[in-house]
């Protein structure tokens, strides 16, 4: 195996305007791949000038993380799989990551983004879309998708009040199995990530097998809602539950 393995692939050469604790970030470009992706770096967090003592440092800190996090997921990828950068995937990634570093969840995700932009086994799999997908999401967005990730398809509940007459208001959006809390937190998750395609919820499928809802329903985050909303279905109404599938996508 060659003795580049352990050395750094990234090196980030950055303008007087940045703060010192940023410019100890560079170190000498040891390969072509992280020479571009410096480069890339250069480009998009160059002209950056953060004006708070304490945000520099902290900006700085965050980008350290960031560096290292993507030297590392760089470094794992063998030699022979390793692909010439792709500037427009590198340079929009870091484009839009640039005001979101601090945020773990995200910072993880275009780290990842462009390691697999260099990686023969998964580039076929990344788009320059992606990045701007990323921007849009929160931490909490970037948290449900992983954990969903794991699953690809997880049961979904809508609480309703249903009267004699046929009709029904709802009176939940829709719920999951939630270790988030904030129940109308993870509902505007759900809703953010159906906006960006990224899953698929389909109130019109739903398991043959009931004890997937029955285990939702038990829950302690979504027995509480449902508890709830005994209390708040009108006189004449009673609890209905629309049982549906979240689906991740291929995107």
């Known amino acids: ?39 890339c770096m250069f480009l998009v967090f160059g002209g950056i000038s953060q004006k708070a003592a304490l945000k520099r440092v902290r900006y700085a800190v965050e980008m350290d993380k960031f560096k290292n996090e993507l030297e590392e997921k760089v470094n794992a990828i063998p030699e022979e799989s390793r ?38 086994e998964k580039t076929e799999y990344v788009h320059p879309s992606f ?64 906006r960006l395609e990224l899953i698929n919820i389909r109130l019109e499928d739903h398991y043959t097998d009931e004890a997937a809802y029955t285990d939702l329903k038990n829950e302690t985050h979504v027995k509480n809602v449902i508890e709830l909303c005994g209390k708040r279905c009108p006189e004449g109404g009673e609890l209905s539950f629309t049982q549906g599938l979240i689906k991740i996508t291929d995107f």
């Open 1 to 39: 195996m060659s003795d580049n393995t352990n050395k750094s692939v990234i090196n980030i050469e950055l303008p007087d305007s940045i703060d010192t604790a940023v410019k100890n970030l560079t170190e000498k470009p040891t390969a072509t791949l992280g020479e571009t992706i410096s480069d």
């Open 83 to 120: 692909l010439e950068p792709n500037t427009h995937v590198i340079c929009t990634a870091l484009d839009n990551m640039r005001f979101c570093v601090e945020e773990k969840e995200l910072r993880e995700m275009f780290s990842t983004l462009i390691a697999n932009s260099v990686n023969a």
């Open 131 to 194: 990045g701007e997908i990323i921007k849009q999401m929160t931490p909490l967005d970037a948290t449900i998708l992983k954990e969903m990730s794991t699953k690809r398809r997880i049961p979904v509940l809508v609480v309703k009040c249903k009267f004699e007459n046929g009709g029904e208001i709802a009176l939940t959006n829709n719920l999951i199995w939630n270790d988030w809390g904030n129940i109308n937190r993870v509902a505007a998750s759900l809703d953010n990530l159906s």
